[in-house]
């Protein structure tokens, strides 16, 4: 299980260095399902801030532009989007910043292949809206549909 911290300080290199770690092989096997109906996946959570500067610069129309054309083409199957509250320390002033988020959860195959594509969507949204970093969790589960 890879569990990335959201302070985006960190949590820059972070992310691309466990996420090109993970391209090359999948998480640990999934839990057993215990008699349950499901399978053993991965179940990704990748947070975005929409500031850009101090004030929102994604918009509800930014967002869904984004999933629409880099999330959905990678990940047609479903996905789940969460608004959030999020926070983060700035290195550079020290202080406490908050802003809107979004939370975009996936369950994809435990292949690497899949885990380029999370990767994929978060450099995408770091370039598009200048971001400094896309905290991203993976996590092995059992997925019943």
Known sequence: MVRLPLSRAFAAG??????????????????????????????????FGRNIGGTLGVSDKDWQRFVTEVVTPRFPDGLTVQDAAGQWRDTDTGAVVR???????????????????????????????????????????????
């Open 99 to 145: 802003e809107p988020s979004k939370v975009l959860i996936l369950f994809i195959p435990r292949e690497p292949a899949a885990l380029t594509k999370i990767k994929d969507v978060a450099d995408a949204y770091k370039t598009r809206f200048q971001q400094q970093a896309v905290a991203t969790v993976l996590r092995t589960a059992c997925v019943g549909f």
């Open 14 to 47: 972070a992310v691309v260095s466990a996420l090109s770690a993970c391209a090359g092989a999948p998480p640990p096997p999934a839990p057993a399902c215990a008699g349950l109906p499901g399978s053993p996946m991965v179940e990704a959570s990748l947070f």
